[in-house]
T-cell receptor
C-alpha cells in the first residue's frame, strides 16, 4: 500500500518553543492531508484538514494560531506547534489521500511530542 | 456532524476464539467505513474497509458487516491469535472527514 512518512517520530522540547512535524506521502500525490491528535488511551481526534495550495480547515476548538498547518506541495504537509506548552504533549498523526472525498486514507506512524 | 460509538471498550478472548466489535454511526450520508488496528506507539493501520453499497466483506480471518438501515457495522475476527492483541478503531466518513470510534482494546490470551 501507499506510504506516509512522519518526522520526527519523537520530539522533546522546552515549554515556549515551537515544534515542526512533517508529513510526506512517499509514493503518491496527496491532494488532501489530515492531522489528528491522540491523547493516551483515547481515540484520534481530527484537528484540521488541509488541501494542497489552500488554507487548512480547522475543527471546532482547535486554535489555528497555535497549530499552524502548511500544505505547500502534493507530497508534504507540516504541522507547527507554536509556543508549545505541557498540555500540548500528545501523539500527532497525519493521514493523506489522493482521492478526494472517496479515496483511501493512509496514515503516518505518528509523532510523539513531549513538552517539558 | 458525524458521531461514531464503539463497543466494547475492552475485550479479552482466548486464543482461537472469535472477537466481535460493534460500531454505530449517526450521519446517514456516511458511505465509507474502515477499521484500523493500532499497536502501541504506532499510527493506525487499515485492516479492512467497507463501502455503503456492500453489506459484507471478508479477508481471511477478518470480516466486516454493514447495516445501513440501522447505521451500524461490525468487525469479526475469527481464530484469534496473540498477535491480534491491539487497539481497534472503527471509523465513518461522509464528505471528506473521517470520524473515529472510541476504540476497543483487544487482548488475546494464549
Amino acid at each position: 500500500g501507499a506510504v506516509v512518512s512522519q518526522h520526527p517520530s519523537r520530539v522533546i522540547c522546552k515549554s515556549g518553543t515551537s515544534v515542526k512535524i512533517e508529513c510526506r506521502s512517499l509514493d503518491f500525490q496527496a491532494t488532501t492531508m489530515f492531522w489528528y491528535r491522540q491523547f493516551p488511551k483515547q481515540s484520534l481526534m481530527l484537528m484540521a484538514t488541509s488541501n494542497e495550495g489552500s488554507k487548512a480547515t480547522y475543527e471546532q476548538g482547535v486554535e489555528k494560531d497555535k497549530f499552524l498547518i502548511n500544505h505547500a506541495s502534493l507530497t508534504l504537509s507540516t504541522l507547527t506547534v507554536a509556543s508549545a506548552h505541557p498540555e500540548d504533549s500528545s501523539f500527532y498523526i497525519c493521514s493523506a489521500t489522493s482521492g478526494g472525498s472517496t479515496g483511501e486514507l493512509f496514515f503516518g506512524e505518528g509523532s510523539r511530542l513531549t513538552v517539558l | 456532524g458525524e458521531n461514531v460509538e464503539q463497543h466494547p471498550s475492552t475485550l479479552s478472548v482466548q486464543e482461537g476464539d472469535s472477537a466481535v466489535i460493534k460500531c454505530t454511526y449517526s450521519d446517514s450520508a456516511s458511505n465509507y467505513f474502515p477499521w484500523y488496528k493500532q499497536e502501541l506507539g504506532k499510527g493506525p493501520q487499515l485492516i479492512i474497509d467497507i463501502r455503503s453499497n456492500v453489506g459484507e466483506k471478508k479477508d481471511q480471518r477478518i470480516a466486516v458487516t454493514l447495516n445501513k438501515t440501522a447505521k451500524h457495522f461490525s468487525l469479526h475476527i475469527t481464530e484469534t491469535q496473540p498477535e491480534d492483541s491491539a487497539v481497534y478503531f472503527c471509523a465513518a466518513r461522509g464528505f471528506q472527514k473521517l470520524v473515529f470510534g472510541t476504540g476497543t482494546r483487544l487482548l488475546v490470551s494464549p
